[in-house]
Each structure stands twice: as C-alpha cells, then as structure tokens.
C-alpha cells in the first residue's frame, strides 16, 4: 500500500488559524486519536481556509488531483475488524492466515452486484473465516449525514448516531458506518510559485494499479464482533477454494499488529481498538440497545 508524506496536504497555517482551529469539536477529535490522525483537519468557518470559487487556481486544483475510471477499472473490496468481546478487558481481533501468499491479513473480498458495503465485508468475514459476524456500533466520528426523521414521533432515529457539528461537518456517535478506506496510489511533487495554496503541489497519481489485476483498490473497513461462537464453522465456508487458502485466527491487539502484513491493515487494527477504549460502559449499553 503506498503511503507516506501525501498524508498531510500542504497548507498555509498562521498562529492565529491554529488556535481558532484548537477551540472547535475537531480539535477535540483530533487531540482524543493524535497518534491515528493521517491528515490536517480544518473548519468551514477558519478565515484562513476559505475557497474562492471563482478563482480558476482553485479548479485546476480540484482537475489536477480528481480521479475518475470505468467502472471495470476500479476494484471494490470490503473487510473488517472483528473483535471478540470488545468489551472485556481481553478483546481479541479474528485473523486469516493466506497460505497461497504467506502472510497475516484481515478478512476482506470483492463486492457483488447490488450488494451493500457492510454486508459484503460481513460476508466476506464469515466466507474466509468460517465465523459469522454482525456489526459492531461503536462512537466514532464520520462525515456521513444523520437521517433525517420522516415523522415527529421518529426524532429518536436522528439522535441514535449523533447531531451533525455544522462548522466542523462531522457527527460523533454510534454506528456501524465504516471506520475508514482505502485508496491505492503514488505521489509526487511539482512547484508552481504562482499557485494560490503555496509553491510546492502535492500532485496524487493512481498509477499503481492493483498487481493482480491491473485495477485500482477501493478498500472499506468495518468493525464488527462474532455472532455466535467464535470457533471456525467450515459449512460457512462456501467456496472450497477460501477452505484451503485460509486458517483462521484470534490474536491480540499487539500480536495481530505484530503479525499482519500490510500497514493499511495495522492502522484500520489502531483505529478500532482505539474507539475501543473510548467507550464507557454507558457508551456499550447504548450500543447493545442499537443493535
């Protein structure tokens, strides 16, 4: 997976920005998972951040940096986090080692037609893993809009995954939305010193198609917990293939860290297992009740 200095965008910063940006619900956010955070997060109300639509360097920019592809172009996979009493002071996250390459991984796989996000990365869980999985809520933040009610009587179904912070966009609360994805691309630089963000560009090229197939990797990550027993049930297993290629683990936080291959994989690991430990019992009944 490339990663690297593309994380963090160039941006102009002045002490002032930061601490208008330190008095809002994003800092709090961001200072609550410091070491998880990949990039600079701002609000729409900083004077520092405001966008000129009519400046054409701001829509060269936005040309520059956009990526669109056919659809059979693009690979679409969907995996999760299982957590095995997330709850306890003992959680244990599931693991499938791929004998074909040798290596630790969480489970994941395609998406089918007409199929849902979450419940291609449940199913493709339970297909590779033999254990069947349900979402796990927990509190986080997402840039996903809380439904709105159709009835008055239905407000509670609003306030179920929080209220959307209006300067920050960001709502904090349970849900099973996804915890984080990933794109696969490269990097490079180039200088322009008349460009309206500053003279060194950031420019992101999906130049590094997926080995195997040629496709650029869209990759979501969920969390979720066993629905049942945790033991490998080969009957969920319904390619013979996946019951040959794959054995089927339950690791610690650190020893799944120390054990997985790949770093995009370790970081979706952090990010749940930090929403973990965030959680107050108050917050694991409400999650309970949501289900």
């Known amino acids: 997976m490339a990663h690297g200095p593309y994380e963090k965008p160039i941006r102009p910063s002045t002490k ?18 410091e070491k998880l955070v990949r990039r600079e997060l701002w609000t ?29 172009e693009m690979l679409v996979s969907c995996g999760t986090v299982t957590v095995d009493q997330a709850d306890s002071p003992r959680p244990k996250v599931l ?3 791929n004998k074909n390459i040798g ?9 089918n037609f007409d199929e849902r996000h979450l419940d291609t990365a449940l199913r493709e869980t339970t297909e590779e893993a033999g254990v069947a999985v349900q979402p796990l809520r927990l509190r986080f933040g997402s840039r996903s809009t809380p ?18 912070d209006k300067v920050t966009g960001i709502t904090e609360g349970f849900s099973s939305e996804s ?9 490079s630089f180039s200088f322009n010193p008349h460009h309206s963000l ?8 999906p130049s590094d198609p997926d080995p195997a197939t040629g496709a650029w990797r869209h990759i979501y990550w969920f969390a979720a917990k066993p629905l049942g027993d945790i033991k490998r049930d080969e009957a969920r297993m319904t390619e013979e293939e996946d019951r040959k290629k794959f054995s089927t683990f339950w690791f610690s936080e650190m020893e799944a860290l120390s054990r997985l291959k790949l770093e995009d994989e370790k970081f979706m690991v952090r990010i749940v297992f930090a929403y973990i430990r965030s959680m107050s019992d108050n917050d694991w009944t409400n999650s309970r009740e949501h289900e």
């Not at 439904?147 to 959307?164: D, F, H, L, M, S």
Request: charged content about 30%; hydrophobic content about 40%; cysteine-free.
């Open 95 to 97: 693991v499938v080692f």
């Open 103 to 111: 290596i630790f991984q969480l489970p994941k796989g395609r998406k």
């Open 44 to 72: 729409k109300e900083d004077p520092g951040r405001q966008v000129d639509w009519n400046d054409p360097l701001v829509w060269e920019k936005i040309n520059n940096e956009g990526f669109y592809h056919r659809a059979d």
């Open 16 to 33: 002032q920005n930061v601490a208008r940006l330190l008095k809002t619900d994003v800092a709090k956010f961001v200072r609550k998972f």
């Open 198 to 205: 500053g003279g060194l560009i950031l420019i992101l090229n």
């Open 147 to 164: 439904p709105k009610p159709v009835q008055a009587q239905n407000q509670a179904r609003e306030t179920r995954y929080g209220v959307e």
């Open 179 to 187: 915890i984080g994805y990933v794109l696969e691309f490269t990097f």
